[in-house]
């Protein structure tokens, strides 16, 4: 079976860079040829350009309960290469955790998901599949192909994992996702570069207007400076927030071990789990213009550009979130200096009602595999199409058989061996016990 794990991970399916549009396609393909060995009666590319959706629809089961599985087959750039201590797509165990880029996001997880279908030799449930390849840069095509056919999330539960255990042999099911507004800020100061010698001193400078504004965007104390913004947010119960202290969970663990910063930063008064569930964030992902080659070139910047993001909360609107920003960004930039703001993709923020029957199976399952159930938790993280794959009416069960440490999106990412064996039990006993005639689990 980790033969074939790596091979699915060997394929480096980078969805954000059009130079790995073949490998996305590959991996597209690697998954619709495990669908087929799985039995399944239709598999399919849809809205298929570049990165196609996997549709798979499982044996037909007359009266049993249907499951929709979502997952994805794209990844996260590799970058910093020279960080990794084997390459990203070289797959390989150490101590016990397989390293590559993808072991925990997703790749290692949709694997899971179905090796515990051939586990459990064809349970009685009609299952369905979206694998998709481009969550990692906004799920575009997916969301308009569910637009057009809201049909395909008709089921009686819809399935995902795509996150992690919130320590250690503590299994978690996930109660709401963060929202995303990814965008572009651009500032222009003038026609073209000058010389920063005989202009210096006279002319204005793009980076120099750009990191103003950036910098007036969020204040030292955490707050964003964008009005309007936190006027939606809606403050967690005071239970939830009970239930987080008891949380396995210590800040000055994840300082020393998970952030390896010297302090935490962000709004006083609000917990750590608060911070990374129930507040919006602004963050700076690169600033691009200007001379960064090697060497030294004495010119002042006509152009530079900030590539940022939000994080959204329950109940922000993405798009409330894009004008707010827009005329944020028009309001805190100098009449002399023209910004724009280009909007790259985007997602509104995910909350679960974890009451529906087919969450206690979930419970159940983990609770015989691993010794404990699950616990209700919030991610940081975003998936963007979890609302809309809920929109019909379905539970969305989101858990994961990742651990906190696996490193998402950054170098030496890896999965627990020991992770995925149970994983694949979970899953199996979750399906056995959904289709075993649990009427009450159909809606
Ligand atoms: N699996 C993650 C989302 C996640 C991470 C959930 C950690 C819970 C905990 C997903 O693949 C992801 O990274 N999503 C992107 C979406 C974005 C690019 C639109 C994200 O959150 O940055
Ligand atoms: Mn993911
Ligand atoms: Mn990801």
Same mark, same amino acid.
């Given at each position: 079976?980790?033969?074939?794990?790596?091979?699915?991970?060997? =394929?480096?399916?980078?969805?954000?860079? /059009?130079?790995?549009?073949?490998?996305?396609?590959?991996?597209?393909?690697?998954?619709?040829?495990?669908?087929?060995?799985?039995?399944?009666?239709?598999?399919?590319? +849809?809205?298929?350009?570049?990165?196609?959706?996997?549709?798979?629809?499982? @044996?037909?089961?007359?009266?049993?309960?249907?499951?929709?599985?979502?997952?994805?087959?794209?990844?996260?750039? @590799?970058? @910093?290469?020279?960080?990794?201590?084997?390459?990203?797509?070289?797959?390989?165990?150490?101590?016990?955790?397989?390293?590559?880029?993808?072991?925990?996001?997703?790749? %290692?997880?949709?694997?899971?998901?179905?090796?515990? =279908?051939?586990?459990? %030799?064809?349970?009685?449930?009609?299952?369905?599949?979206?694998?998709? #390849?481009?969550?990692?840069?906004?799920?575009?095509?997916?969301?308009?192909?569910?637009?057009?056919?809201?049909?395909?999330?008709?089921?009686?539960?819809?399935?995902?994992?795509?996150?992690?255990?919130?320590? /250690?042999?503590?299994?978690?099911?996930?109660?709401?996702?963060? $929202?995303?507004?990814?965008?572009? =800020?651009?500032?222009?100061?003038?026609?073209?570069?000058?010389?920063?010698?005989?202009?210096?001193?006279?002319? @204005?400078?793009?980076? &120099?207007?750009?990191?103003?504004?950036?910098?007036?965007?969020?204040?030292?104390?955490?707050?964003?400076?964008?009005?309007g913004l936190y006027a939606a947010v809606k403050?967690?119960?005071?239970?939830?927030?009970?239930?987080?202290?008891?949380?396995?969970?210590?800040?000055?663990?994840?300082?020393?071990?998970?952030?390896?910063?010297?302090?935490?930063? $962000?709004?006083?008064?609000?917990?750590?789990? &608060?911070?990374?569930?129930?507040? /919006?964030?602004?963050?700076?992902?690169?600033?691009? #213009?200007?001379?960064?080659?090697? $060497?030294?070139?004495?010119?002042?910047?006509?152009?530079?550009?900030?590539?940022?993001?939000?994080?959204?909360?329950p109940n922000q609107k993405?798009?409330t979130v894009?004008? *707010?920003?827009?005329?944020?960004?028009?309001?805190?930039?100098?009449?002399?200096?023209?910004?724009?703001? !280009?909007?790259?993709?985007?997602?509104?923020?995910? *909350?679960?009602?974890?009451?529906?029957?087919?969450?206690?199976?979930?419970? *159940?399952?983990?609770?015989?595999?691993?010794?404990?159930?699950?616990?209700?938790?919030?991610?940081?993280?975003?998936?963007?199409?979890? /609302?809309?794959?809920?929109?019909?009416?379905?539970?969305?069960?989101?858990? $994961? =058989?990742?651990?906190?440490?696996?490193? +998402?999106?950054?170098?030496?990412? !890896?999965?627990?061996?020991? *992770?995925?064996?149970?994983?694949?039990?979970?899953?199996?006993?979750?399906?056995?016990?959904? %289709?075993?005639?649990?009427?009450?689990?159909?809606?």
């Amino acid at each position: 079976m980790l033969r074939e794990l790596v091979e699915f991970l060997r =394929i480096p399916s980078v969805s954000t860079l /059009p130079a790995h549009d073949a490998d996305c396609r590959r991996a597209a393909e690697w998954v619709a040829a495990e669908l087929r060995r799985l039995g399944c009666r239709e598999v399919a590319f +849809l809205a298929s350009d570049v990165h196609p959706v996997v549709w798979g629809v499982g @044996p037909d089961v007359p009266g049993a309960p249907t499951l929709l599985i979502y997952g994805h087959y794209d990844v996260q750039p @590799p970058d @910093p290469l020279g960080e990794w201590v084997t390459p990203p797509f070289e797959p390989t165990v150490r101590d016990g955790k397989l390293f590559a880029r993808g072991s925990a996001d997703d790749k %290692g997880q949709v694997f899971c998901l179905l090796r515990a =279908i051939a586990a459990a %030799g064809r349970p009685p449930v009609n299952l369905r599949f979206l694998i998709e #390849g481009e969550e990692e840069y906004g799920s575009r095509v997916l969301f308009d192909l569910l637009r057009r056919e809201p049909e395909r999330t008709r089921a009686d539960a819809v399935l995902i994992a795509d996150m992690a255990y919130v320590a /250690p042999r503590w299994p978690a099911v996930y109660t709401a996702l963060r $929202g995303l507004c990814y965008a572009e =800020i651009s500032v222009r100061t003038a026609q073209s570069d000058l010389h920063s010698g005989e202009f210096g001193g006279a002319a @204005p400078n793009a980076h &120099e207007e750009l990191v103003r504004l950036l910098g007036r965007l969020k204040r030292p104390d955490g707050k964003i400076n964008i009005p309007g913004l936190y006027a939606a947010v809606k403050r967690p119960s005071r239970a939830e927030l009970a239930a987080w202290r008891k949380l396995p969970f210590r800040e000055a663990d994840f300082l020393k071990q998970r952030v390896r910063a010297k302090r935490l930063t $962000g709004l006083k008064g609000h917990s750590v789990l &608060e911070r990374l569930w129930a507040l /919006p964030t602004f963050e700076i992902h690169g600033i691009m #213009g200007g001379f960064t080659s090697d $060497g030294a070139k004495t010119v002042i910047p006509a152009a530079a550009t900030a590539k940022v993001s939000l994080r959204l909360v329950p109940n922000q609107k993405l798009k409330t979130v894009e004008r *707010q920003l827009a005329a944020a960004v028009k309001r805190l930039a100098p009449k002399y200096v023209s910004a724009s703001v !280009k909007f790259m993709h985007g997602a509104d923020p995910a *909350q679960v009602r974890i009451t529906h029957p087919a969450f206690r199976l979930l419970d *159940q399952a983990f609770r015989e595999v691993v010794g404990r159930g699950t616990v209700p938790v919030r991610a940081g993280g975003s998936i963007p199409v979890v /609302p809309a794959l809920g929109r019909s009416g379905a539970p969305v069960i989101l858990t $994961g =058989i990742g651990l906190p440490d696996d490193r +998402l999106h950054a170098p030496n990412e !890896k999965l627990d061996l020991k *992770q995925l064996w149970d994983g694949i039990n979970v899953f199996r006993r979750f399906y056995e016990l959904l %289709g075993r005639g649990n009427a009450d689990a159909r809606s």
